[in-house]
Each structure stands twice: as structure tokens, then as C-alpha cells.
């Protein structure tokens, strides 16, 4: 059980932000968020995580709701190299076990 | 970041027959982990491979199909055993430094039996 809940594809065009909702409504107070991309044929690519607040990185901004209940991943400007199966994932066991759901198809459109 | 090699990159086997998958980490991690994805699918973990002891499985998988030894924090072995047309997947290999952290992931291996 992922136990969470991505809509299972999206579109973006090249230059803009791309915007990738998550829903974990039944999160736990230890549990964090989890994003990963897999780019067709790789191996799946850690992007960025967070618990409570909002985190930025290199890569990506994770936008956390203050009850938790959902996240949004935001990549600022989708470039066609960012077409893959996004995946948003809840682990709090301290034992970076992921559970893989099903994620979000981004396709970026020049 | 660990960078994670695995062998062979793809194989093809003859049903019945055993295929032993190699993890190699170019640092000491704490966590090793199995993944399968079956054609067009997610990621599914297998087992968590425990050094210098028995891994462990998660539901669905067995340690008589999917053989792990990790006799140090460098290097672990998958075996898919005795297998038919239904284990053909490609299998990862994931590392993790320590608790909280990113997981990396090998290329995998790209099986499929005939």
C-alpha cells in the first residue's frame, strides 16, 4: 500500500513551472515526504524530502500543506530532460524503505 | 552521493535456470535494499539486506526464490532462482547512507527468461 495518491499524468510546457500535487492524507507525525523521478530505462533519481516545512534544493521546491495532508513538488522551469514518472512517497520508519506508488507521468512539451 | 554499479546490466536466461545479481557501492552504507519492476509497472521492494545476516523479505517474496547475501557494507548479491517467464523485470539495487536520507539507485539489471 503507497498510501499516496498522484494523479497519473500531467503536461507542462517547456520553460514553465511544473506543478506535482500528492496526496497523503493519512500521514503520520514522524513520517516524511519523499520525491523520486524515474527517467525512462535509470534507475530512480532522488529529488528532494521534507517533513513539516518547505524545503528548496537545486533540483526542486516541496511545498508541504500545514496539516500535512498534501505536497506539491514544484519544479520552477521544466526543461524536456524532466520528462519521467514522478513518485511521491511516505516513509517514517527510519528505514528509508520505499513503497512505491504508481506517480505521476510529466511529460514536458516543447 | 554513493555510486552504485550492477551486474550484469541485462541477461538472457533459460527457464528453470538461476541468475545472481551483483551490487557494488564505492562507500560503507547502512542500507541495502532489492527492487523488482515488472514491464510497465512501479517499483517493488523485495527485501532489505541485512549484513552478515539473513535479509528481510517483504510479503510475496521468499528467501528460496530471491537468495541475498551481503557479507559487508559494500557489496550485495541477489539470485533469482529457478526461473520462468513471470521473473522477467528489471532488478535494483538501492543504497542509503543512514536513516532520513536520499536513497540511490543502480542502473539495474535488465532480466528477462525464456
Known amino acids: 500500500d503507497a498510501k499516496t495518491t498522484q494523479p497519473p499524468s500531467m503536461d507542462c510546457a517547456e520553460g514553465r513551472a511544473a506543478n506535482l500535487p500528492c496526496n497523503h492524507s493519512?500521514?503520520?507525525?514522524?513520517?516524511?515526504v519523499y520525491w523520486y523521478r524515474q527517467i525512462h530505462s535509470q534507475g530512480p533519481q532522488y529529488i528532494i524530502h521534507?517533513?513539516?516545512n518547505n524545503e528548496t534544493n537545486e533540483m526542486a521546491s516541496l511545498i508541504i500543506t500545514e496539516d500535512r495532508k498534501s505536497s506539491t513538488l514544484i519544479l520552477p522551469h521544466a526543461t524536456l530532460r524532466d520528462t519521467a514518472v514522478y513518485y511521491c512517497?511516505?516513509?517514517?520508519?527510519?528505514?528509508?524503505?520505499?513503497?512505491f506508488g504508481t506517480g505521476t507521468l510529466l511529460a514536458v512539451q516543447p | 552521493s554513493a555510486v552504485i554499479s550492477q551486474k550484469p546490466s541485462r541477461d538472457i536466461c533459460q527457464r528453470g535456470t538461476s541468475l545472481t545479481i551483483q551490487c557494488q557501492v564505492d562507500?560503507?552504507?547502512?542500507?541495502m535494499f532489492w527492487y523488482r519492476q515488472q514491464p510497465g509497472q512501479s517499483l517493488t521492494l523485495i527485501a532489505t539486506?541485512?549484513?552478515?545476516?539473513?535479509?528481510?523479505?517483504e510479503s510475496g517474496f521468499v528467501i528460496d526464490k530471491f537468495p541475498i547475501s551481503r557479507p559487508n557494507l559494500t557489496f550485495s548479491t541477489l539470485t533469482v532462482s529457478n526461473m520462468s517467464p513471470e521473473d522477467s523485470s528489471i532488478y535494483l539495487c538501492?543504497?542509503?547512507?543512514?536513516?532520513?536520507?536520499?536513497?540511490?539507485f543502480g542502473q539495474g539489471t535488465r532480466l528477462t527468461v525464456v
Open positions: 538501492s543504497v542509503a547512507e543512514d536513516r532520513y536520507t536520499e536513497a540511490f
Open positions: 539486506a541485512n549484513q552478515g545476516s539473513e535479509a528481510t523479505y
Open positions: 521534507g517533513l513539516k
Open positions: 493519512t500521514i503520520s507525525g514522524n513520517e516524511y
Open positions: 512517497i511516505r516513509e517514517g520508519g527510519a528505514t528509508n524503505k520505499l513503497i
Open positions: 562507500s560503507q552504507v547502512t542500507m
